[in-house]
């Protein structure tokens, strides 16, 4: 489960002390220890019980241009700090409970209640208001892990615990698995997570619990459509570019979408199994796994066209 960090201060920060300690502080989210030692400065935010309405008061007078100009999350995120240049970014998130208006008018999806997930990015939270989420905590190897649907995955239940007022965690990327649940009542908590460009190249997974699986690749980005494009619509430079991706690109998500975007653009089903028949030989197991998967999907569509086809 997360790592729960002791965190006994009783000082109060503003969020602009916050935001000058990270960026002068050696603050470094690769390292499991130095990010999990920004748990009291964080802690020290949490304990000042204005900022956040203040912040939103703020806003909401401006009609809300500060959080519509920069915030990229949801509209369950304040977002408190980011900057191009750093490497951390502040916000705030509220957990409803299942009786409030908006999940009754929204349903709890927005707020993946009921989706068990790792994530592909370290943070630390702090509950600030409320009684707090609750989840179901697992934990898993990632480096075990291959990442197609449907694979067997070793998951470890720990407990079941709530985010509670004050207190801290560090959830780890690719470690920290959670059945987030609702909170009992409206809860706000608070956390600093690692701003890395690379994250979005790092998978984050969906998992079956029942099943001890995985159930989907959560992570997207507007490469993999444009790679269909490129493949479409990109002549021969396309094709060059697909089959670079293919070949070399640090991301195995991106091998795979860059091969599908080949095999889709074939002139007919023998074709495309023809190109998918080269990602079995690829030194990546998920591309190697991916294409023996979509190989058996597309001979399963065969045999039904051909029974479709006699049938009539």
Excluded at 130 to 142: A, L
Excluded at 160 to 172: T, W
Aim: net charge negative; glycine share 8%; hydrophobic share 40%.
């Amino acid at each position: 489960m997360p790592r729960v960090i002791d965190c006994p201060t009783e000082e109060s920060w503003e969020l602009a002390e916050l935001v000058e300690a990270l960026e002068t502080g050696g603050f470094d989210s690769d390292d499991e220890e130095n990010f999990a030692s920004w748990g009291t400065q964080l802690r020290k935010l949490a304990n000042n019980r204005r900022f956040l309405a203040e912040m939103m008061m703020t806003e909401l007078k401006q009609r809300c241009a500060g959080q519509l100009k920069d915030n990229q999350y949801s509209a369950q995120v304040v977002l408190l700090h980011a900057h191009p240049r750093s490497n951390f970014v502040l916000r705030a998130n509220f957990w409803p409970a299942m009786k409030d208006s908006i999940v009754r008018h929204s349903g709890p999806d927005p707020f993946f209640y009921g989706v068990p997930h790792d994530h592909n990015f370290s943070f630390l939270t702090v509950g600030y208001l409320g009684p707090g989420y609750w989840s179901d905590y697992y934990e898993y190897d990632y480096g075990q892990v291959v990442g197609y649907p449907g694979e067997p995955v070793n998951l470890r239940f720990v407990e079941k615990a709530r985010l509670e007022q004050g207190k801290v965690m560090l959830y780890r990327a690719h470690r920290d698995i959670h059945l987030q649940l609702p909170a009992d009542a409206m809860s706000v908590s608070l956390n600093i997570l690692e701003a890395s460009h690379s994250s979005v190249f790092r998978d984050q997974y969906q998992f079956d619990l029942e099943g001890s699986t995985i159930a989907g690749i959560m992570t997207r980005t507007s490469l993999e459509p444009m790679l269909g494009l490129a493949a479409h619509y990109g002549g021969e430079e396309g094709e060059d570019l697909l089959r670079s991706f293919a070949a070399s690109h640090p991301s195995e998500r991106v091998r795979w979408a860059a091969l599908k975007a080949q095999a889709a653009a074939a002139a007919d089903l023998d074709g495309r199994i023809a190109v998918l028949e080269r990602g079995t030989r690829a030194d990546s197991r998920l591309v190697g796994a991916m294409a023996r998967r979509e190989i058996g999907r597309l001979e399963a569509a065969r045999a039904w066209l051909a029974g479709a086809h006699l049938s009539q």
